[in-house]
């Protein structure tokens, strides 16, 4: 589970399933990988019984032998250390994790501190209460053996409804606090050292002597600049990201077509480029809306480096919205809290809702599809400070073994999310949608489409592909790579890349000084203006099948023109 904070700084907590049935955390420190029994982290999250733990897993599942017999090894794992307080469990795991954290030669804090910031910065660091970290562990335990058992199927990593894009101004702020910390810590042990000094007491207090302390660090400016300018991540933690170059490209402006495009692509990362299988490149259905089917090079970055869509919108501005106030919303139309009615927790004929990972409650089976259309009517309308922007991805239950996800009602109103506008049905107005419930929704893409169980309708078929795909005529009688290789075209020939010619100072630009307006326009082509940044001129393309064999290409010259071999 990658959990982010409202600052965006994240942190990864990954689960392992053993063979004997327990299960440990893995988290990393520094870049350094810390494992951990699972039982030690719930136990110094909250001071609960060991029967609380095992409903809180088992959940109605009380049948499942399998699961029982698991979760009891792994309570019986929490035995061995002889720990019976939450202060101990705390005070164990400050005492592994001291050096790690930094704190080796610092004696002052406690052991149990030292645990307390541990669970603080590493487990779960999008939630603030321990009780919610300790419900959301608990979920993520029991989808853990459920997945070992074949119950559910793995998630799939390539899949987008499981992703988020790295925005380049998160980037850049992570980056940015990073090297703000680490210059506090340099100061912090520069003052440290002086202050054993009987001389340098005495200058604390005086702004000269902290400025020059200051100004003796590396420039935060240059470092900055230095990312920007190479692309190169020089990180103590590693930002919880996979690659540490390649994060910064050159914008260039050969024509407004390629300018516009960098903006608007979307890079698997370096890390799949080096991989022999070909699976992180497929077009999975769960794209359609978001990533463009044929925008996207040919060569080694294929299907890593795609676009998105001209209908596709990024969330990059954070929501006005109260968290508590989306939770009470929930509850008003049939959602138990997760402090009421344990029954109904503790019962197989419930949804849990996780509300941008945090466990709010359960939705009892009968009541979940009304429950649904009300948020959904509280989204469209933009009421009870519901955003507009909000995934509500429902996984029903499996009338089949081992056929699909784990079942559960996600919503998400976090930044960064893919969406895109879809025209519901029932509402009769346009709504917002993601991957993840995108697929789980019946949407009709032209009206002769439209079915009994049709939920949504799609607003224009041509959504579907990126601003520079939609710009080629007749792209449904072509060949599928050529629609490919146009888009790459359309990027590389010499255009209007601007029209402030007299105040720039570019060293070498390439313009067209007769652009020619092409023949066949699509409605993409006004709708976004490209009249007024013309590209390239017409050419005509014929075709020979005179033995029944034609060529690929073949074009007609002009016959006065002359050329000499």
């Known amino acids: 589970m990658k959990c982010v904070r409202e600052d965006l700084v994240s942190q990864t907590v990954n689960l392992h399933y053993l063979y004997d049935g327990n299960n440990?955390?893995?988290?990393?420190?520094?870049?350094?990988?810390?494992?951990?029994?699972?039982?030690?982290?719930?136990?110094?999250?909250?001071?609960?019984?060991?029967?609380?733990?095992?409903?809180?897993?088992?959940?109605?599942?009380?049948?499942?032998?399998?699961l029982r017999d698991c979760v009891e090894v792994f309570i019986a794992e929490g035995k061995k250390f002889g720990f019976q307080q939450q202060k101990q469990y705390l005070e164990y795991i400050g005492n592994r994790v001291r050096e790690l954290l930094g704190f080796a030669n610092n004696q002052d804090i406690t052991d149990e501190d030292i645990g307390i910031?541990?669970?603080?910065?590493?487990?779960?660091?999008?939630?603030?209460?321990?009780?919610?970290?300790?419900?959301?562990?608990?979920?993520?335990?029991?989808?853990?053996?459920?997945?070992?058992?074949?119950?559910i199927?793995?998630?799939?990593?390539?899949?987008?409804?499981?992703?988020?894009?790295?925005?380049?101004?998160h980037l850049y702020l992570m980056v940015l606090r990073e090297r703000l910390e680490d210059m506090q810590n340099l100061l912090k042990m520069r003052i440290t050292k002086n202050l054993t000094k009987t001389?340098?007491?005495?200058?604390?207090?005086?702004?000269?002597?902290?400025?020059?302390?200051?100004?003796?660090?590396?420039?935060?400016?240059?470092?900055?600049?230095?990312?920007?300018?190479?692309?190169?991540?020089?990180?103590?933690?590693?930002?919880?990201?996979?690659?540490?170059?390649?994060?910064?490209?050159?914008?260039?402006?050969?024509?407004?077509?390629?300018?516009?495009?960098?903006?608007?692509?979307?890079?698997?990362?370096?890390?799949?480029?080096?991989m022999k299988t070909t699976t992180p490149r497929k077009l999975l259905p769960e794209s359609w809306g978001f990533f463009c089917p044929v925008h996207t090079p040919d060569g080694s970055p294929c299907g890593l480096l795609n676009h998105i869509t001209s209908g596709c919108h990024i969330i990059a501005t954070p929501q006005t919205y109260n968290s508590d106030t989306i939770e009470r919303t929930l509850a008003m139309i049939g959602m138990t809290p997760n402090s009421n009615d344990l029954n109904l927790h503790f019962s197989n004929n419930s949804y849990p809702v996780i509300l941008d990972g945090k466990l709010v409650g359960f939705i009892d089976d009968e009541l979940v599809v009304n429950f649904i259309a009300g948020l959904r009517k509280f989204k469209v309308h933009g009421l009870n400070n519901v955003p507009k922007t909000t995934e509500i991805g429902f996984i029903p239950k499996s009338k089949y073994s081992n056929a699909l996800q784990y079942s559960g009602l996600f919503i998400f109103t976090c930044l960064a999310r893919l969406t895109r506008q879809v025209k519901n049905l029932t509402l009769n107005e346009l709504e917002y949608i993601g991957p993840l419930e995108q697929i789980y929704l019946e949407i009709a893409c032209l009206p002769e489409d439209i079915r009994s169980d049709t939920t949504h309708q799609e607003i224009d078929p041509i959504k579907m592909l990126s601003f520079v795909a939609s710009l080629t005529p007749f792209c449904d009688y072509n060949q599928s790579p050529r629609n490919m290789y146009q888009c790459q075209m359309a990027k590389q020939t010499m255009g209007t890349p601007f029209f402030n010619y007299p105040y720039r100072i570019d060293n070498k630009i390439y313009r067209i000084l007769c652009p020619q307006f092409p023949l066949v326009s699509t409605k993409t082509a006004e709708e976004y203006g490209f009249e007024k940044y013309p590209s390239g001129t017409n050419a005509v393309v014929a075709v020979l099948s005179y033995t029944g064999y034609d060529m690929e290409d073949g074009m007609i010259i002009n016959k006065s023109a002359y050329g000499k071999t």
């Open 24 to 66: 440990i955390v893995r988290v990393i420190i520094k870049k350094q990988e810390l494992m951990i029994p699972t039982i030690l982290i719930l136990k110094s999250l909250c001071d609960t019984p060991d029967i609380n733990i095992f409903n809180r897993i088992v959940r109605g599942n009380s049948n499942n032998s399998k």
């Open 117 to 151: 910031v541990f669970i603080r910065e590493y487990i779960c660091v999008h939630l603030d209460k321990n009780a919610d970290k300790f419900n959301i562990l608990c979920l993520m335990i029991e989808k853990l053996y459920l997945l070992a058992f074949g119950e």
């Open 153 to 169: 199927k793995p998630d799939n990593l390539d899949s987008p409804l499981n992703h988020e894009i790295l925005l380049s101004g």
């Open 199 to 274: 001389s340098e007491l005495s200058k604390i207090k005086d702004l000269n002597y902290m400025k020059k302390l200051i100004d003796s660090q590396v420039s935060i400016g240059k470092k900055m600049d230095y990312f920007l300018a190479t692309g190169n991540l020089i990180s103590r933690s590693g930002l919880d990201l996979k690659q540490v170059n390649g994060y910064s490209i050159v914008a260039e402006k050969l024509n407004n077509l390629r300018y516009i495009s960098h903006f608007r692509s979307v890079h698997r990362g370096q890390f799949f480029t080096e």
